[in-house]
């Protein structure tokens, strides 16, 4: 069982910065591949980023490529999201999962465990 904890989130202007992270319980936090997702009103959860369990293999979805970057600490069991340029469509809840698999996977089927999400609300 891994418990997932976001942190980070809040109100910026548009072109501004936020970092998300996303903190996991337990001692295999390595073993995992780590995604965000993201959710805006009215719209289906849709994938961010993923980074797989050594940190060595990342995925961003066109949208985000370029100004969000994904990365994680296995030593500290946190998993990071540098969000840059913020765009009010960026607008949405930001989760966090994890998915008990050393490889990335854009489909949020194919996760196990989800956080609870952290607000993220861009101003234009």
């Known amino acids: 069982q891994v418990q997932l904890v976001e942190s980070g989130g809040g109100l910026v202007q548009a072109g501004g910065s936020l970092r998300l992270s996303c903190t996991a319980s337990?001692?295999?936090?390595?073993?995992?591949?780590m995604g965000w997702f993201r959710q805006a009103p009215g719209r289906e959860r849709e994938f961010v980023s993923v980074?797989?369990?050594?940190?060595?293999?990342?995925d961003h979805a066109d949208s985000v490529k370029g100004r969000f970057t994904i990365s994680r600490d296995n030593g500290k069991n946190t998993l990071y999201l540098q969000m840059n340029s913020l765009k009010p469509e960026d607008t949405a809840v930001y989760y966090c999962?994890?998915?008990?698999?050393?490889?990335?996977?854009?489909?949020?089927?194919?996760?196990?465990?989800w956080g609870q999400g952290t607000q993220v609300t861009v101003s234009s």
């Open positions: 980074i797989s369990w050594s940190g060595q293999s990342t």
């Open positions: 999962a994890a998915r008990r698999s050393f490889g990335t996977s854009r489909h949020d089927d194919d996760y196990d465990y």
């Open positions: 337990g001692r295999t936090f390595s073993r995992y591949a």
